[in-house]
C-alpha cells in the first residue's frame, strides 16, 4: 500500500521535474538562437505557487552560497526594476532574455528598442493577458488588441479634445480649492499633520474624472452639489448611500480599486460566502456590488437620454467629455436613426447599419467607463501624491516652483480666472511641467510596459547599441523597463549642478539645453503611424531638454500610448498650481518634536530635524510597490502639514 502510494508520489515529482527540465531546455535553446544574454530562471514569477510563498523560499535560498543565486534570484523578486535599478542591467546589458520552464521574455532598457517595439503595433502587440484583471466588468480599451481595440479606441478618442483639455483645467482648479480648503481645515485644528495624502489625492482625481469624463458632481465632506444638476446625476455624488444603495458611489469606487486582487481572484459565491463573517470580503463584495448596480443605472439613464435626443435629433451634452454618452450612443442613434423616418440620406443608413454590427455592448459599454475611471484616477492621484512629497522632500525646488506660479499667474490672482489657453503653454515650459517631468521619471505609475512578439511570425529587432539585428521568436514576451530607462545614466545627464545623481528629484535637469533630437519614427519599417486620436501635439517648446525617443515614457509610446496623457497633465498643473501659490507643503516632524520645541529652535537647529523628516520620507518613498500601479500600499504613509507661504517652519531656510 505505502510502496503504491510512494510510486505514485514519485511519478508526479518525476514528470512535474521532466517538465520543467524540458521546458528550460526548449526555451534555453530559443533564447540561444537570438543571440542575447540571457538569464535562466528555476520558475515563472507569475507562477501562483510561487507568488504565495516566495517570501518563504527566499531566505532559504540565501542561505546558500551567493554565486548560486545572485544572478538570477533577483528577477523572481516584485519591483525588482524599482529596487535594484541600474544593477543588473549594467551587469547582463540593456536587453537580455530571461528563460523560465513555462515562459520566456525579452527585458529592455534600451530606449531604441523600446521607441521601435512601441511604434511597431502590430509586430509587437500590447500583451493585454497582462490586463485580464482590469476586464472584470468588460472588454475595454486598455484590455484588447487589433481591430476590437481599434473599435474601442475609435468610440473613446474624440473626446480626448483641447476643449474638454480646457473643462479639465477648470475643473481640476475647483476640486483643487476643494482639497485646500479640506487640509487648510486640518492645518488650523489642534492635530495639524496631514496623513491623508493618498486618500485625498485619490478624491481629487476621481472627482476630476468624475465630472470631465461622465459629467458626475463628486464633491468634498461639506461642499454641497450645485442646483444646477440633472437630478439623475445626484445621486452620484451624495455624501449618504441613496436609496436602494449601501454605499456612496465614490466609496463603491475607491474599495473595487482597493480590493481589486481579490474581487479577480475569488468567484462570487466564495466571496458573498466569506463576506458573512470576514470584512475584508465582505467590504470588497458589498463595494463591488454597489459599483455594478450605480453603472446599470448611469447607463440605463444614459441611454434613456441618447434615445430622446436621437429622437429629437438634438444633443444634450453635459459640457465634458461624456464618455459614458458617446458610447452609448454609438449604438442606440443607430437603433433608433433605422426607424426615424425621411430626415436621414442614405449613406447615413448604411454607415449607420455597418456601425451597429461592431456596436459595444453593455459589458463592454462598463468595461470602459471603469477603464477610464481606473486610468485616468489611481494614475494621476499617485503622481501628485508622488509630486507633494518630494516637493517637501526637496525645498529648493519648491521655492522655485512657486516663484514660476507668481510669475506666471499671480501670487494673488483668483485661481477660478486663469485662463486655459493662455496660460498652458508657459505653466508647462515651466518648474510646474518640469517638476511633474521629474516625478515620471522616478515613480512611472506603469513600471513595466507589456508587449509580445506576434504569435504569427518571429520578427527581427535592431538593437542600436550593440548594432547588432536579433530575431525574435514569435509569441515571445516583452517587458519596456520603463522605470529603469528612466534613470539610465547614458542617456540622462548628470554632470551639471542643475542635475545630481538620476535617483535623485531634481526637477532643474529638465532645464538643461540639448541639442535637439529629431524624430526617427519615420525610419522604422513597419511602424504604425495611424493616427489613433488623442493629444498629439508637442508638451512644451523645442527649447528644453528633451529626452532620447525611448528614453521618457511614463505614457508609454506609439499607437497604445496614454489617451488620457494631455487630460493627466492639465489636471496636475492646475493642481499644483492651486496649492503653492498660496501654501507651501511641508514634512511632519511630529515623531522628533513638538511644535513648541521647534518654534524655539534657530534655523540650523531646523534644517538638522528636517534632515531626519527627509531621510525617513526617502526611505518610505522607497517602499513603493506595484499593484496595479506603483505606489504607498498598505499603511505606509509620509505626513506633511500645509502651510500659508510666509509661515513655513522648515522649507524656507532648508536647501537640499
Ligand atoms: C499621470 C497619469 C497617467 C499615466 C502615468 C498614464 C499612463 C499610461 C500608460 C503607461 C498607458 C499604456 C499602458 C500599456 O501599454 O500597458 C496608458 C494607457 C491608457 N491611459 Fe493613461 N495614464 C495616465 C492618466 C490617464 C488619464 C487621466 C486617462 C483618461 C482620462 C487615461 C486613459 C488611458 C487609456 C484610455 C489608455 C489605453 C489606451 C489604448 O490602449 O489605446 N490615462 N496610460
Ligand atoms: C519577465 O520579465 C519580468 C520583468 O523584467 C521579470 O521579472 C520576469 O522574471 C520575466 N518572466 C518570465 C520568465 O516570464
Ligand atoms: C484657512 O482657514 C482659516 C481658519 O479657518 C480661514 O480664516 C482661511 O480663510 C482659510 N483659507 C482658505 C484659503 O480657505
Ligand atoms: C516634459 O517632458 C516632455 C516629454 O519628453 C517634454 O517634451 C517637455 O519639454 C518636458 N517639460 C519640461 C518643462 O521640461
Redesign the pocket.
Known sequence: MASKFLLVVGAIVGFGMFTVVNGLWTNIRKARKTGLPYVVVPCSPYNALWQLSFKIWVPFIQLLPKSLWENWLFILLPDWGYNTGQEHFSRIGDSFLVVGPGSMNLTTQSPAAIHEITSRREHFPKATDHYSILEMFGRNILTTEGSVWRFHRKATSASFNEKNAAHTFSEAIHQAQGL??KW??T??SDSPTINTIEKDTMTLALNIIGYVGFGLRLTWPGETIPDDTDPRMRKYGSHTPPPGHSMTFATSVELVLHHIIMLLLMPTPLLRFLALFMKAPRAAYEANDNYVRYMREFLDDKIEVAKEDAASGRRSGDGGMDLMGQLVRGRYDDETAKTRTGAKKKTDTIAAAAKTETALTDDEIIGNAFIMMVAGHETTANSLHFTLIELANNPASQRALQADIDRLLGRDSDPTTWDYEASINSMLASMLGATINETLRLMPPVVNIPKWVTPTADQPLALHETGQTHILPAGCDIVLSAITVQRHPKYWPTSKSASPDLDSFSPQRWFEKEAEKKDTTSEIVGADTEDYGGFSGPDTSAQLFRPVRGSFVPFSDGPRSCLGRRIALVEMLAALAVLFQ?YSIELAVDEWADDKTVEAMDNEARRTLYSRAQARSRETLRGATTILTLKLHGTASVPVRLVPRGQERFVHCVDA
Open positions: 485646500v480648503a487648510n481645515e492645518a488650523q498660496r
